[in-house]
């Protein structure tokens, strides 16, 4: 068992058996994290489209559902939404699986309480695709995980090149890993540093990509009340933590439920407070049935991942991190409160 921090890494014997597995393999799952983004389904999709164009059969199973912001994925409506099907169903439907490919994320409790039992349980080989650090590595038999990649779909359309399946990619699977890329560079805004993310897209334009078009259909196609909700959480939920270099911002789940919350409709709030040119962290806290979910975001040398990793039994990337809190929304904010203290140096601000 071997960790890729390089994609390059993998060795040719696991590439040799990775094509034969799929040859041979009956019921193959894909499968992404709870809550999934634009790189979960992206990169889901992508592989889902690739290796049918090759004759090779899968089904794509997420926990819970996407948001509309891309829901205009060629055959999304085909994703088997785990939360809204029978649990045994689903129980045997992960039982019978001979591969499941893991994609963006690196630990199964990542996929949510519901179906991390299944996924567990499952006698499936199980391939992890992945760009987070600290993969839990006894729990795949493949890893293919390289934490400097832009995000899981780079890494999807690597892959493919190493099993030589890329000339499989066609427009529609291209489309879902130009949407992977895009969420989760911010429009090529971080994590974008290396020449290979543009050198793919460029590929991907090839292959039928309008990023005109995708670019609308992913950031254009939101509802008034989601427009209203983030300019509530501005004015009216934005804490600013001057000493810190910090801003917090807070939405009770009444107040989602006030604006018609939809999943995907608080995607990229965080981002907007980093833009204020002394804050270096943006944290911002939604409210669930009992836990609080934290979303960090830095610029700079600032590590979230640590912030979300000690505290708040999350993690991610150095900018870009989650995590969560069983504690009430004002007690959360004030453990926010009485850990950044111990961040102080590393906090100050930088031009």
């Given amino acids: 068992m071997e960790i890729a921090n390089n994609p390059n890494t993998l060795t040719t014997t696991q590439i040799t058996a990775i094509r034969h597995l799929l040859q041979i393999t009956e019921n193959i799952l894909i499968t992404t994290h709870h809550n999934p ?8 999709m992508a592989l889902f489209h690739t290796l049918n164009d090759a004759g090779i059969k899968s089904i794509v199973i997420v926990p819970n559902t996407i948001p509309e912001s891309i829901n205009w994925i060629e055959r999304s409506d085909e994703i088997i939404v785990y939360d809204t099907q029978d649990s045994e169903e689903m129980t045997r439907l992960f039982d019978d699986a001979g591969l499941i490919f893991c994609l963006d994320f690196n630990d199964f409790k990542r996929v949510g309480d519901g179906m991390q039992k299944p ?3 499952s006698p499936a080989i199980k391939i992890l695709i992945d760009h987070h650090p600290q993969p839990e590595v006894d729990a795949f038999d493949y890893l293919y995980s390289d934490t400097s990649a832009s995000s899981t779909a780079e890494l999807v359309y690597k892959f493919l090149q190493l ?3 890329d000339d499989h990619i066609h427009k529609a699977a291209a489309e879902s890993l130009y949407t992977g890329i895009i969420t989760d560079t911010g429009s090529f805004s971080f994590s974008c540093n290396k020449p290979d993310i543009y050198l793919i897209t460029a590929d991907l334009i ?8 995708l670019h609308r259909r992913i950031f254009d196609t939101f509802s008034e009340k989601r427009l209203r909700l983030m300019g509530y959480a501005f004015d009216q939920k934005l804490i600013i933590l001057d000493s810190f270099h910090t801003a917090i911002i807070w939405l009770a789940k009444e107040e989602l439920e006030r604006f018609d919350h939809k999943p995907g409709d608080t995607e990229g709030i965080v981002n907007y407070p980093l833009s204020i040119s002394t804050i270096n962290v943006s944290i911002l806290l939604t409210e669930r049935d009992n836990l609080i979910r934290l979303s960090f975001r830095s610029k700079g040398d600032f590590a979230v991942n640590k912030l979300a990793r000690d505290h708040f039994d999350g993690g991610g990337h150095h900018n870009a991190a989650g995590g969560n809190s069983e504690l009430t929304m004002h007690e959360t904010i004030e453990k926010i409160k009485s850990v950044l203290p111990l961040y102080q140096d590393e906090l100050q601000y930088q031009i």
Avoid: H, N, P, T
């Avoid at 090839?206 to 078009?213: P, S």
């Fill in 119 to 121: 996924l567990e349980a």
């Fill in 163 to 165: 099993l030589q399946m």
């Fill in 206 to 213: 090839k292959r039928g990509v309008d990023a005109e078009l």
């Fill in 37 to 44: 983004d634009g790189d979960a389904i992206g990169s889901s």
